[in-house]
């Protein structure tokens, strides 16, 4: 049918499908949107799954990410070498996860890894503070992020051992049910 | 890595020395199960539990080849075309997904109107969207099954009025036989193969599409409602988590960003400081102050309310007479009857905001409260000025009217353009106005707020509208399709260009289940329950309408199973009509049914609270064991590390033997 330019192969497109949150149409955008990033290095062609990253720099340049406080963080989480360097899958999984089909459970891991600055498997209070320092800029000084930091380690603390497990976290966002509406991303 | 590890590094259990190659073996059995259990679930569950893993893509692609690989492997004589069956299916079920995705309308804009002003008033907009399906939905069957067969087989139309340009407004003259109306229909049975009844088709048609949106409408409520409400147990957590849950993370716009860290700090630092200060009881004087104001308030809205219905009602009783005495191709009587639409919509754009000026007297012990008193004063008046309206329809009208019905629908077509207008008129002044207003006159008062909830309570009432007029006038979801239309884009114009985002977005999920809530109590129930007693009760008209001459609509059922008794078999139906659905038994067993089984739900959801009540104190208590033998551990392994260096410097000592032992004896010796 003409000389068209084939960017997936058929089992390509399956497996994205089975395994991500995106219909076919959405993957194809989205490559679209990979390749604008960097027209220069991204190839049309991705029959043969070529290993190609983009540095987290050009990622964070995004419309949609630009401006979000977590951007950083958002795109270490989801890079294999925990650096920001994000490959097509990479960044499929995290446009995915932060769509609105994904259930609260993955949500929920994902925010946690997020929220994680020092990436030791625990939010811990420094973590916290690191949070509200983000989400309210130079509203609040530093004690009194430090005072609120140290209300959410009060009230979401529940074994007492001074950081929050998955577990803990999991239980708060029961709580917050508006959370899996804004955790989202719309691309 | 970005596998959530089983031994996180930080605890000391990660520092027991499990070799790696141990947790190698543990993690490659943990896959393998993994991998097994994937193969035995059935392709489209195994898809989903692929989807949910929280590992990376490609540890997700791999064990998805594994799994398949396993599966095939198993089936590997067996039923090949069913996996082949199966396969197309999902195919065929993703592109008509994908085919689904062209009909989304809007995905831009809303996208843009998300990242600006957050989910919160996107809601709205998706509210707006969603009416817009029901009422698109509702004029392409009535378009098909009613209008297009009687288009048609036109009827024998009788005094054809020319099109003046006040039609538009007021519906009458040459509308008045056209198929918008009830007027315009009658009730043959169009004579062709096979033949088509038009009572039936007429009937039926309403029915099933109020069926479909009840079930529709239900449906949706709960799935917001389990959604939304979680159960509230454990103990009451305060703000500051929840306001840290509440960061928007669709909104792009830099300064709209800017904002929501402005206010987030705000509304942090006025919890922190609630919670400093003492909590002051009030005294009994005081409080007994504050109720007699709430008292009052409430009061004084019921009394608005019910003085705004009395005079609705006056003032149509008085149109009806003049209407009745008027000379038919008078104009100006004619105009006059688009004043009580006018006294509605100025009723309902002045008593709300009468309303607002009285909660400003009165004090709430939180502001979750006040929204909600507020909601439910405007729905008190809003459904009481429809309830009247109900009322001097179906009792004043038919007994004074030749074609009451289209009477009725006539009216509810004025009421909805007039609405429309005075939206428009709303919008301009309130919005576009206020914000020249408070940017160039009066800066203290600011850019306005998009108020959420009284455009949400607007586009309730308009829709209560239709329903209730889709009986009288088939046609009428047209002009609601229009007008939802034009105010989507109008709403978004003014939006841009006049408002700034809401301060306070909490607990905008549970606004969202109250909405959809609102729409199907007193909304639709109301609107159903009126064309219900219209159809079950009131003798329509005798000379217009598609049932003139029977004594209910509901007689073109009746008849409709006589006929049917009488065909060869079909005997089940009739009976099952006449002693299943006619017999009130069956509907009382029915509920007493789903009052027991509703008991039981409510029993088990008790016994639930109660376990995550004891499981919270169990986490709570393995806490302080863990701390308890760490703690222990610790201790443990220092005595053992103090004794190991004692016996050491023991030991050291005996080999260091004092030359100068003699020096070391006392002198008296």
């Known amino acids: 049918m003409g000389n068209k330019q084939v960017t997936f192969k058929e089992e390509q497109l399956e497996e994205y499908q089975d395994c991500t949150f995106f219909t076919r149409k959405e993957i194809l955008r989205l490559h679209r949107r990979f390749r604008e990033l ?38 270490e989480t989801f890079s294999e070498d925990g650096k920001g360097n994000l490959s097509f899958n990479d960044f499929m999984d995290m446009l995915s996860i932060l769509s609105e089909m994904v259930p609260l459970e993955l949500k929920m891991i994902y925010a946690f890894k997020i929220y994680d600055f020092n990436k ?28 609120v930091a140290q209300r959410i380690m009060e009230e979401a603390d529940l074994d007492g051992d001074g950081k929050l497990s998955l577990l803990d976290f999991k239980n708060m966002i029961w709580k917050a049910p508006d959370f899996i509406s804004l955790f989202h991303i719309r691309i | 890595m970005r596998r959530m590890s089983v031994f996180p590094s930080g605890t000391s259990l990660g520092n027991l020395g499990l070799t790696a190659n141990v947790l190698q073996q543990e993690d490659e059995n943990n896959t393998s199960e993994l991998v097994s259990e994937l193969a035995n679930l059935s392709d489209r569950a195994r898809i989903q539990a692929i989807r949910s893993l929280p590992m990376s893509y490609d540890e997700r692609r791999r064990i998805r080849s594994r799994a398949i690989s396993v599966k095939t492997s198993k089936n590997i004589f067996n039923i090949d075309c069913s996996q082949q069956v199966s396969r197309s299916f999902r195919r065929f079920g993703a592109s008509v997904a994908s085919a689904r995705q062209w009909l989304v309308v809007w995905h831009g804009t809303l996208k843009e109107i998300g990242g600006r002003f957050g989910t919160s008033v996107l809601s709205y907009f998706l509210f707006l969207k969603w009416l817009l399906k029901f009422n698109v939905f509702s004029l392409i069957i009535n378009f098909c099954f009613i209008t297009i067969p009687q288009i048609v087989h036109a009827p024998n139309i009788s005094n054809v009025t020319g099109f003046r340009g006040l039609e538009l407004l007021t519906g009458v003259g040459y509308f008045n036989q056209t198929v918008l109306f009830y007027g315009g229909y009658n009730g043959e049975v169009i004579v062709s193969k096979p033949p088509y009844n038009m009572q039936l088709a007429y009937f039926f048609t309403i029915a099933a599409y109020l069926v479909l949106c009840g079930v529709s409408l239900i449906y949706s409520m709960s799935r917001s409602f389990q959604k939304n409400f979680v159960l509230e147990s454990g103990p009451v957590s305060g703000g500051a988590w929840r306001l840290l849950c509440s960061w928007d993370f669709s909104v792009v716009n830099e300064k709209a960003i800017q904002n929501n860290k402005n206010n987030l700090g705000t509304q942090l630092k006025e919890s922190l400081s609630e919670r400093l200060q003492m909590k002051h ?22 009394g608005l309310a019910v003085g705004s219905c009395a005079g609705i009602y006056f003032l149509g009783i008085d149109q009806l007479t003049s209407s009745l005495n008027h000379n038919p191709n008078d104009l100006t009587a004619e105009a006059s009857t688009l004043l009580l639409p006018v006294v509605v919509s100025l009723i309902n754009l002045i008593v709300p905001l009468l309303y607002s000026l009285i909660s400003i007297m009165e004090r709430y012990s939180n502001p979750r409260a006040k929204i909600y008193i507020s909601i439910t004063r405007n729905v008190v008046l809003k459904m009481s000025i429809l309830g009247i309206l ?25 009421l909805l353009i007039i609405d429309f207008i005075f939206c428009l008129f709303g919008t301009f002044f309130g919005e576009f106005l206020r914000n020249v207003i408070g940017t160039t006159c009066a800066p203290s008062l600011g850019v306005p707020e998009f108020d959420i909830a009284r455009n949400v309570l607007d586009l309730i009432y308009a829709q209560t509208l239709a329903w209730i007029g889709i009986y009288f006038s088939p046609l009428l979801p047209v002009m609601q399709v229009i007008k939802l239309l034009i105010i989507f884009y109008m709403k978004k114009v003014s939006l841009s260009m006049n408002c700034q985002p809401p301060k306070h977005t909490g607990r905008a999920a549970q606004m969202q289940t109250v909405f959809i809530a609102l729409l199907f109590f007193p909304s639709f129930v109301g609107a159903l329950s009126m064309v219900a007693y219209t159809v079950w009760s009131l003798k329509p008209s005798k000379y217009c309408g598609p049932f003139q001459g029977l004594q209910t609509p509901f007689h073109t059922i009746l008849s409709w199973t006589v006929y049917i008794q009488n065909l060869p078999g079909t005997y089940w139906v009739w009976w099952i009509f006449e002693n299943v659905l006619r017999n009130e038994l069956f509907y009382y067993l029915v509920t007493l049914i789903i009052l027991v089984i509703t008991y039981f739900l409510w029993q088990i959801t008790q016994g639930r609270k109660e376990l995550i009540r004891t499981l919270r104190q169990q986490i709570v208590n393995e806490g302080k064991d863990k701390a308890f033998l760490l703690n222990q551990l610790q201790n443990t392994q220092k005595q053992r590390r ?4 004692f016996r050491y410097q023991e030991f050291d000592q005996t080999l260091h033997f004092n030359p100068n032992w003699i020096n070391t004896l006392p002198l008296d010796m």
């Open chain 2, 642 to 645: 103090q004794m190991a260096s």
């Open chain 2, 390 to 414: 109900c009322y001097y329809w179906l009792n004043s009208v038919p007994e004074n009217m030749v074609c009451w019905e289209s009477f009725v629908g006539q009216s509810v077509y004025r």
């Open chain 2, 281 to 302: 009881t009030m005294s009994m004087s005081e409080r007994m102050k504050y109720l007699s104001l709430h008292v009052l308030a409430w009061l004084l809205s019921l």
């Open chain 1, 38 to 75: 960097a027209p220069n290095l991204i190839p049309l062609d991705y029959t043969n799954s070529p290993d190609i990253t983009l540095p987290s720099c050009l990622i964070t340049s995004m419309p949609e990410l630009k401006e979000n406080p977590f951007r950083q963080r958002i795109v």
């Open chain 1, 120 to 147: 030791d498997g625990f939010l811990c209070e420094k973590d916290v503070e690191e949070t509200v320092a983000r989400l309210t800029g130079k509203e609040l000084r530093l004690e009194e992020r430090r005072l």
